[in-house]
């Protein structure tokens, strides 16, 4: 079996996003998506209500992505408030302390963007120390269509399938506007799995797709900003 579906999106919950289910379902139309999961930031209500909004129509990933002291680090596979509120105490943690709660409850750590430190980025040697631990749960966004630093993510793919062949690379759009939706994705090929996450655990994983063009940039940036200032005005 394989699946497709973009591992980073963010919704009108994030505090910089305006995307609404509707656009996500639109989104799964245009691009043929098998699953979408919502990463905001902080902030993991808005992508549960979502995903019980969208339940039969698509397959949502309730997600979080986390300000860690380090930096930013997404979590998919939040069932409930119980398993947000976990991680919402552990805003500004450390990476190792994220690492830990994902281990206990079985959910998905994604290292996103991880080398656009001025985004968020952990940067390269925190991440080898993260992928020293060897751990199944642990995977690396490889592409990130919002990044500028493309030459340096594909010289990042081919050293991490040489040093860490087992690690799991994963695309994702980062999209916060809706034209965004699925430019990266990530094919999970797997079989006899119940989950998705089981799924992406147990499967393997190819990222693909491409990177956000001068317009789309702009169109983000220009949202970003009315964003802003209507909730400055509210
Ligand atoms: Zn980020
Ligand atoms: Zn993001």
Not at 70 to 92: A, M, P
Not at 151 to 167: D, G, I, N, W
Not at 170 to 176: E, I, K, L, P, T
Not at 224 to 230: A, F, G, W
């Amino acid at each position: 079996m394989i699946l497709k579906g973009d591992l980073h999106v963010h919704s009108f919950f994030s505090r910089d996003s305006n995307i609404t289910p509707n656009d996500l379902l639109n989104a799964k139309i245009r691009k043929g998506l098998d699953f979408i999961a919502i990463t905001d930031h902080d902030e993991f209500r808005g992508a549960l209500k979502i995903s019980r909004l969208l339940e039969d129509k698509v397959k949502i990933l309730p997600g979080i992505e986390l300000s860690a002291r380090e930096g930013h680090i997404i979590v998919i596979g939040l069932d409930s408030e119980k398993d947000g509120r976990r991680y919402l105490k552990l805003i500004n943690s450390s990476v190792w302390d994220i690492l830990d709660e994902v281990l206990d409850n079985n959910h998905v750590m994604i290292i996103a963007h991880p080398l656009d430190i001025i985004r968020g980025g952990i940067g390269l040697s925190l991440l080898y120390k993260i992928l020293k631990r060897n751990s199944p749960m642990v995977c690396v966004e490889t592409i990130n269509s919002a990044s500028c630093l493309s030459p340096l993510y594909s010289r990042l793919r081919r050293t991490l399938s040489q040093r860490f062949p087992y690690v799991k690379q994963v695309g994702g759009s980062d999209a916060h506007i809706a034209d965004e939706i699925g430019l990266a994705m990530t094919l999970v090929r797997s079989s006899g799995c119940s989950s998705l996450i089981e799924c992406l655990l147990e499967g393997s994983t190819i990222p693909y797709g491409r990177y956000t063009n001068l317009g789309l940039r702009v169109k983000d940036v220009s949202a970003k900003i009315k964003l802003k200032l209507t909730r400055l005005s509210s």
